[in-house]
């Protein structure tokens, strides 16, 4: 399957896995951080599932042990943050112009979008890197 297609694929599953996690620990979580707390939680849903089938499916990358695996996800998750910004930006700018929490998904989905083609170059530059060390 195309790179492109797949890794689209795999981008919309993550955001699935995000806006899915945020959903239940909405009815899950009450008081007044509620919504930072479904975000949070959201975004790390997304990133474990994203960083697994990008591991495996998008750059085949292997690695030679527990601490090799822990390493990559710490860079996977480091690469993240700016992207993580790009999202958490357009969902919380959507939560104050509209104060829906479908205009907030919408958001979301806008920023996760831009953060995961971001993301797509940080972690082929940076992250899964070391492919040839392992084959």
Known sequence: MNVAISYTLFAVIATMANIGAQEVSLHLI????????????????????????????IFRFQTRSLAHTGRSFVLYAVMGLLTTTVFWGFEWLFHILFESKAWRYFGGVIGLAIG????????????FIYKQAVE
Request: zero cysteines; aromatic letters at 22%; proline letters at 0%.
């Open 30 to 57: 009450l008081g007044e951080y509620t919504v930072a707390i479904s975000v949070l939680w959201g975004t790390l849903a997304g990133l474990i599932v994203k960083y697994w089938l990008d591991k495996q499916y």
């Open 116 to 127: 995961y083609v971001i993301k797509y170059f940080l972690d082929k530059k940076y992250v």
